[in-house]
């Protein structure tokens, strides 16, 4: 395993054996990364799907433990489908979200091994102050839906400081064949060979 941190290049070759997980708390710009440096064929976009899977579930919340867990196991259904599919037709595929639950990642990677040969950690972590300047600007425009809710800045806060330790130990995408931690999304070129 590689752990490099703060790249300026990162250079991916194009494999359908090559998945790209997105990882980092809400508001460190996962999605918008990723729609900016891959080519949107290859996104499998975890929110998008998530929000889907609600609207079409008939539950009026996700704040019941047992709609979340049902929503969020229908949700995983149709990535793994989709991640199924994608390595058949696709050059390469990118998660644009994974969870920050340490735990949840090992058994991810664990699964994607039996059909991916190079999985890449993509770990945005950029400085709390940006993270609360995205959530906010996120918060104010968002349209909510009935039910969905956004954590509190309190939890993305702790989230983001456990998040950080784990990169300190190097135990956060110990199980990636390469993890790279991105400090500052906007000083990034990813080149696809």
Known sequence: MKFIEGPKTIRIKRNSGTVILLAGVQGSGKSFFARNHFDKNCIIDNDKIFIQTFKSSGFSNVFSDEDFDEIYHRTQLTVSSMLEGYRKIRPYTVMDSIGYKFNQWAKLIDDLRED???????????????????????????????GLFSPDLGHIFFSWHILEKAIRDKTAGKDADIT??????KKVNIVIE
């Open 116 to 146: 991916y040969s190079n999985i890449i950690i993509l770990i945005l972590q950029p400085s709390i102050q940006v993270v609360k300047k995205q959530f906010e600007e996120r918060e104010k425009n968002k349209n909510l839906i009935p």
């Open 180 to 185: 790279y931690i991105i400090r500052n999304p």
